[in-house]
Nanobody, 126 residues
Framework: QVRLVESGGGLVHTGDSLRLSCAAS????????MGWFRQAPGKEHEFVAR????????YYGSSVKGRFTISRDNARNMIYLQMTNLKPEDTAVYFC???????????????????WGQGTQVTVSS
């Protein structure tokens, strides 16, 4: 079955860096656009970044653009989120997700992503 497993979260300080990983299994990874979302307490899922099946054309949410980098390794069925210059407002549970294959264009809407991991907590202290 489809599985997405995030790792790499933790407690860091303002200005620190952190790299999240997501291991995918149970499907042909290289065919799907993948994304990262986050959810802070009491808030809805927020789009962070996405990357298309080829690894080209990364796209970022405005709050992380210039600080975060999404990448993927299709040979290892992995996606990554390199986070730099972290801020307290980046504190959230981070999820990787697989976009629905029937969508023609890459999306930023959580409802367009049909498979999700369990999430990994990132806490940034001031």
């Amino acid at each position: 079955q489809v599985r997405l497993v995030e790792s790499g979260g933790g407690l860091v300080h303002t200005g620190d860096s952190l790299r999240l990983s997501c291991a995918a299994s149970g499907y042909t990874f290289s065919l799907y656009t993948m994304g990262w979302f986050r959810q802070a307490p009491g808030k809805e899922h927020e789009f962070v970044a996405r990357i298309d099946y080829s690894g080209r054309n990364p796209y970022y949410g405005s709050s992380v653009k210039g600080r975060f980098t999404i990448s993927r390794d299709n040979a290892r069925n992995m996606i990554y989120l390199q986070m730099t210059n972290l801020k307290p407002e980046d504190t959230a549970v981070y999820f990787c997700a697989r976009q629905r294959r029937d969508l023609v264009r890459p999306s930023t809407y959580p409802s367009d992503f049909g498979r999700w991991g369990q999430g990994t907590q990132v806490t940034v202290s001031s």
